[in-house]
Every structure is written in C-alpha cells, then in structure tokens.
C-alpha cells in the first residue's frame, strides 16, 4: 500500500521549510518588538468551545471543523482557528491576574475541512496574536501596525489593508434588523440570494455580505457606518487617525464583514494583489465580549493572524529569494575506510567547536569512496573539503581543499581548525 498525505495537506522541505522558519523569525522578531509574549495550547479542544466563540452559524463550525470523538465519547475538535483557544486558556489560567499585560502571540497549525484549492488548505500553518484588557484604539492600531510591519519586514510591498467597524452590542441590532428587513424572504432582495443566504438571513445577515456568491450584488444594501452609535464611530475615528499618523495606507471596506461571530468595532484584512482569489493574508479584530462571554472577567481584546503559506506566496512574489540562505557546509571526507573514525571524530570535534555555529559539517559518508564524496560535498554546495588520505595521515596531517579554486593545501591535522 502506497501512503499519501492526507487531502488539503503538504510536506514541507529544503526551501519551503526553510521559507517559513524565516517567517516565523522575522515574526518572532517584530512580537518582541512589541512585547507579545509566545502562548501555546493544544491542537485540539472540547469541540463546544468553538461553537460557542468562532459561531454556530459560520461556515468554519458549520461546514469545516474536523470534530471527532475520543474513546470516553468527548466530542472533540482540531483547532479551525486560534482565537478561542486562547481565550479559553486566558480565562483558565486567569492570565488577567497573573501575566502583566495580555499581549501573547501564537504559531501553529489549523485545521479545516475545505474543498482544496490554490491558497486554502486542510491544515494551513498561522501566526497571530491577541492582545487582552485594552479597550482603546491605541490597541487595535498597535496590532495593524505590528501586522504590517511583519509583511515590510518579509519584503512585501503590496499591502492592502482593509478596514472596517461591526459595531458594538448598542449599534449592531439595530444595523441587523436593517439588513434582516432589506433581505426579507418574500422581498425581492430576498428572492435573489443564493440559497446558502437564504438560510443565513435569519441567523447571520452580516455573513450574506461576505457571501462569495452574493456579496457584490448589493450595493445599496444597509451599511454599518451608517449605524455606527457615537462610541463605536469615535474609536473607528481614533484608529485611522493613528494609522494616517504612522503612514499606513488602508481603505475602509464597508463589505467587510470576516467570517466570525465574534467581532465587536474594529474588523480588518490585509490581502495581497499578489494572491489569487485567497488574496487574504491576514486578519483580525476587536472581540470585547468575548472572554465574558466564556465566562472570565469583563475584558476586551484585539488580535489577528496570518495565514503563513499565503504570505510566503507573497513574499516570494515581490522577492523570490526569501528565506533562500546558502547554509555554509564544511564536509570532511575519508579515502579509505581506515580513517572512517578519525573523520568521523573530526566532524565532531568541529560541530561542538565555534565554527559548529556558523557553518553545517558533514561526512564522512562511508559507502562512497573519495571522488563520489567530492562529487557530493559539491552538490551540497561545501566551500571547504578536509581529506584524510594515507600519504597526509603518515605526517599527521590532512588535505584541505578548497572547492572553488579546486585548490588543494596539507595542514597539520592541529592546525585544521584555523586552517578553516
Ligand atoms: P481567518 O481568521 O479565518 O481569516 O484566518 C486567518 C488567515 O489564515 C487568513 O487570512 C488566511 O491567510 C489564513 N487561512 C485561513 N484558512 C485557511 C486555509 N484553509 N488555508 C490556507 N490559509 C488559510
């Protein structure tokens, strides 16, 4: 039986993996920067706690999450995203208390069921964070800014930020019933929605200005703005304000609407022009009911994550060398089987020395004889070869060839390590 990975799964390997770490670096980078610190909780989690947070009406809980039962029957499910794990663990741990300020960041992997296509995965690989008990819009400019400098960072300059105000639980109601009235079933607004529409209407009007389907046919639709109370209004007034004070371009989409339930005020999206038809790299928002919600202390919250794959796309769109760094490799090579263990040792001594650090030793590889080892050391690219061969050894020395000029020195084998 031949295995394959799983459907909507990849491997990663050589450039690609290396492309990632270097995102996840510049990352980690930038979180420092602003003082998130990392968080860390399980790839899965009672399955209640997603339907509860992400929405029982979205299409992730609906449609997408891969619940399954353990052997005592739990109903369980892999994280489709990683707001509500975080939530969860933030109340749990009564972090609110215990950790300062609640700034954390987060690198993992996400898991949903969806159809496979170009940019949309079964399990994509995010990076986010979520900032806890700061209601002003400082906070939420914080979490753009630090989003779009990761992007600058990683050598992408085509950054479309989108964004947008849901409301609070003052505003929204009354921005639903004007979306519920305007779509009503026997209207002919209503008539025209497709058929996955027509069911959320009643439950999530706002979800049918995302739809993919109907999203763009309704121009005269209710907007939020236009429903915005004064607070909600005066916070989307400050975070733009904020963003033009540090030149960040955004547009605010009125159509934005984010696939979850729970987003209060500021919603935002970054997309690249880069991207096909997933053109979002990221996105986020304010949740402030949230962790009362679950049933922790009153406490707002600001967070975001990228979709990793689609911003290396991006990066390697507009720089298609990121996170392509020549590793420097010594490779020490034995001519005969006698000097297997002396290589050997030398390998070893030159791993744990300073060079260990800044330079990828190999060898001896001892099924080949010496050429096919030079034909190797090549391959990978080895600036230097150190040779143990029988006429060097008997003066207790070495080769060292240098694989560039093809030039070929004798150094004492005490002498190998500046000789390098
Ligand atoms: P979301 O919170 O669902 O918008 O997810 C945040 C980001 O993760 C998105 O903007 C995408 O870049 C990425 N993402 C979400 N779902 C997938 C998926 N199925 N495959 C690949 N990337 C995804």
């Excluded at 799983?6 to 602003?34: M, N, S």
């Excluded at 987003?263 to 962790?291: H, N, P, V, W």
């Excluded at 009153?298 to 991006?314: H, K, L």
Aim: proline share 3%; glycine share 8%; net charge neutral.
């Amino acid at each position: 039986m031949k295995f394959t990975a799983p459907r909507g799964t990849h491997d990663l390997w050589g450039d690609q993996a290396k492309k990632l770490r270097k995102l996840e670096e510049i990352c980690r980078d930038v979180f420092l920067r602003y003082n998130f610190s990392e968080i860390v909780t399980p790839t899965f989690e009672d399955a209640s706690l997603f339907i509860k947070t992400t929405g029982e009406t979205t299409d992730i809980v609906e449609k997408e999450m891969y619940v399954f039962a353990d052997r005592k029957g739990r109903q369980l499910a892999l994280r489709p995203e990683g707001t509500p794990s975080i939530a969860r663990s933030y109340i749990e741990n009564n972090l609110a208390q215990t950790a300062g300020i609640g700034k954390f960041y987060y690198v993992g992997s996400m898991f949903r069921y969806e159809q496979p296509q170009a940019g949309r995965y079964g399990e994509d690989y995010q990076i986010g964070v979520q900032y806890f008990g700061n209601a002003s819009a400082e906070a939420d400019a914080e979490v753009i800014l630090l989003a779009r400098d990761i992007l600058i960072r990683a050598g992408i300059k085509q950054i479309d930020i989108r964004l947008h105000s849901l409301g609070c639980e003052n505003c929204r109601p009354a921005f639903r019933k004007a979306l519920t009235d305007y779509f009503k079933p026997d209207g002919e607004k209503g008539k025209e929605l497709c058929d996955d529409c027509k069911k959320r209407v009643g439950k999530n009007p706002l979800r049918v200005l995302d739809c993919k389907i109907d999203g763009h046919k309704f121009e005269d639709a209710p907007k939020m703005e236009d429903h915005l109370c004064a607070e909600c209004r005066c916070h989307m007034g400050r975070v733009t304000s904020l963003l033009k004070d540090a030149k960040c371009e955004y547009t605010l989409d009125h159509k934005l609407v984010r696939g979850l339930d729970y987003y209060t005020k500021t919603i935002f999206e970054i997309r690249s022009s880069a991207l096909g038809a997933q053109d979002a790299m990221g996105g986020g928002g304010r949740y402030d009911l949230l962790i009362k919600e679950l049933g922790g202390p009153d406490t707002p919250a600001v967070g975001f994550a990228f979709g990793a794959e689609r911003v290396i796309i991006a990066a390697e769109k507009e720089n298609p060398d990121f996170g392509r760094e020549q590793v420097k490799v010594i490779f020490v090579a034995a001519s005969s089987e006698t000097f297997y263990s002396h290589a050997f040792k030398l390998a070893e001594k030159l791993r744990n020395s300073e060079l260990g650090g800044k330079v990828s030793i190999e060898g001896p590889v001892t099924d080949k004889s010496l050429k096919s080892q030079l034909r190797l050391a090549d391959k990978l690219g080895a600036s230097k070869v150190v040779i143990f061969g029988e006429d060097e050894f008997t003066r207790g020395a070495v080769a060292v060839r240098d694989m560039k000029t093809q030039e070929q020195k004798e150094i004492q084998l005490s002498e190998v390590m500046e000789a390098l």
